[in-house]
C-alpha cells in the first residue's frame, strides 16, 4: 500500500460506517434477509474488506456481476454463505461456474439449459438463482421464455433453485407506479415456484412500502449512497482528503489550467492538489465542482487534469494554506451525491471510478483480519 506520505490522497472506507447502514436497512426490511451487494470491487470501496466486515456483521449472501469477481471472493467466504453471479452464464464459462462454487442467477432459456445439461454431466444438483425480467427489459427471463419455462419444468433438471429474483426499474422514485407493475409481475411468476426464496428489492426498494420477500440486495445504501431521491438516511462510508501539491497566486486576467478556461478576476490565490480524472474525479467538474478547506468551500477553477486539479482559495485563510495541507474532496461538507450532483452523474459512478493511487484506510473496531480468521 501506498505510504501516505507518498500518495497524492488519502481514501478512507468507514466499515463500521457499512455495518451501520447493514443494520439500518435489515431493521426496515426485516424479516427480510439483506444481501451484500459487492460487485465492481464492492462499488470501488474494496470487496475483500467489505464482504469480512458483512460477514462479521451477519451477511450470508453475496452478490457479484461478473463469475470473474466471484472467482476471486469466493475463497474468502465460508462454504456455507451464497455468492451469486449477476450477469448469468457466459457460453463456456458453465463449468468455471462450477468449480467456484459460485451459483449463477439464470437470465434465459439458453443459460438454463447449459446449466442444467452440466449439471447432468456432472451427476450432481447445482444450485442457481432464477432471474425474471418484471419489466425493465434488461435481463432475465422474458414473458414467452416465462411461458416456455412452467410449460416444461424438465428444464430445470438438476438444478437446485435458492433464489428467484427480479430488478426495480424505478425503484429510487416511491411515487413511480411502475413499482407496482413489476410487484404483481414478480408475484405472478414466483407463485408457481412455492417454497424457493424471492428478491425483488436493491437499495432503493427496500426503502419502498412494499413487500420484501425473503431477501433484498443492497448496494449503494451500504456504501453511504441516497437510495432514493429524497433525504439520505445512510451514514457515510467514503472519505477523501487530498494534499496541496503547490500554491501560487495570479494577477487579474491569468488564465489558468490547459485552454485558459478559467480567468481569474481579481489577485487570486491558486492551490493545486494531485488528483485528477485518472484518479476518477470527473472532467466534468472543470470549473464547476468544489473542494472544502477548513470547511470553506473552495471551487475548482480551470479543467481538470488527468494527475491534478486548480482550486480558488483566495478567502481561506492563510494559516490553513501550505504544502501538505489538507483538502477535502468526500467528507462531512461534500457526499458522494453531491459530487455526482455537480457531474450530472450518480454516486454510483463516482464511488465505482475512485482511483487506485489513492492511499487506503479501512477503518474498523477491530482488525479484519482478525475477524476473518473469526468467521473463516
Ligand atoms: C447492482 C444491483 C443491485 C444493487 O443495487 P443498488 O441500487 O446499488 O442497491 C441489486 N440487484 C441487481 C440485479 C443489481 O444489478
Redesign the pocket.
Known amino acids: 500500500m501506498t505510504p501516505v506520505d507518498c500518495a497524492g490522497a488519502l481514501l478512507s472506507i468507514d466499515l463500521n460506517a457499512l455495518v451501520e447502514n447493514y443494520r439500518l436497512i435489515a431493521r426496515r426490511v426485516a424479516p427480510a434477509e439483506v444481501a451484500g451487494?459487492v460487485?465492481a470491487d464492492a462499488y470501488g470501496t474494496g470487496a475483500s474488506a467489505v464482504a469480512a466486515a458483512l460477514l462479521e456483521a451477519g451477511c450470508r449472501r453475496f452478490?457479484v456481476?461478473q463469475l470473474e469477481e466471484a472467482i476471486a471472493l469466493k475463497p474468502e467466504l465460508p462454504d456455507s454463505v451464497q455468492l451469486f453471479v449477476?450477469n448469468g452464464l457466459q457460453p463456456g464459462a458453465e463449468r468455471h461456474c462450477r468449480d467456484a462454487g459460485a451459483i449463477p442467477v439464470l437470465n434465459s432459456l439458453d443459460q438454463i439449459r447449459r446449466w442444467s445439461q452440466l449439471a447432468q454431466a456432472s451427476g450432481r444438483t447445482l444450485p442457481a438463482a432464477l432471474q425474471v425480467d418484471s419489466g425493465m427489459a434488461r435481463l432475465g427471463l422474458s414473458p414467452d421464455e416465462v411461458r416456455a419455462l412452467l410449460a416444461d419444468r424438465s428444464l430445470l433438471e438438476g438444478i437446485e433453485l435458492v433464489l428467484i429474483?427480479s430488478?426495480l426499474a424505478c425503484?429510487d422514485d416511491p411515487s413511480s407506479a411502475f413499482n407496482d407493475k413489476q410487484v404483481a409481475a414478480f408475484n405472478d411468476f414466483t407463485r408457481h415456484f412455492p417454497g424457493v426464496s424471492r428478491s425483488l428489492d436493491?437499495?432503493?426498494g427496500s426503502f419502498l412500502n412494499h413487500p420484501h420477500y425473503e431477501v433484498v440486495?443492497?448496494?449503494?445504501?451500504l456504501y453511504g449512497g441516497a437510495?432514493q431521491d429524497s433525504a439520505n438516511p445512510m451514514h457515510p462510508v467514503v472519505s477523501l482528503e487530498a494534499r496541496i501539491a503547490q500554491l501560487r497566486t495570479v494577477g487579474p486576467g491569468t488564465g489558468v489550467g490547459y485552454g485558459l478556461s478559467h480567468l481569474a478576476e481579481e489577485t487570486s490565490h491558486i492551490a493545486t492538489i494531485p488528483v485528477g480524472y485518472a484518479d476518477g474525479w470527473p472532467r466534468h467538474l472543470s470549473n464547476r465542482g468544489s473542494a472544502f478547506i477548513g470547511g470553506i468551500r473552495v471551487p475548482i477553477v480551470g479543467r481538470v487534469s488527468m494527475d491534478s486539479m486548480t482550486l480558488d482559495v483566495t478567502h481561506v485563510p492563510d494559516m490553513l494554506l501550505y504544502p501538505g495541507a489538507p483538502v477535502e474532496l468526500l467528507g462531512p461538507h461534500q457526499s458522494i451525491d453531491d459530487v455526482a450532483a455537480d457531474a450530472g452523474t450518480i454516486s454510483?459512478e463516482i464511488l465505482t471510478q475512485l482511483g487506485h493511487r489513492y492511499r487506503r484506510e479501512y477503518r474498523l473496531a477491530e482488525p479484519a483480519e482478525q475477524k476473518r480468521s473469526m468467521t473463516a
Open positions: 451487494v460487485k452478490f456481476a449477476l429474483l430488478h425503484a436493491n437499495s432503493g440486495r443492497a448496494g449503494i445504501a437510495p454510483y
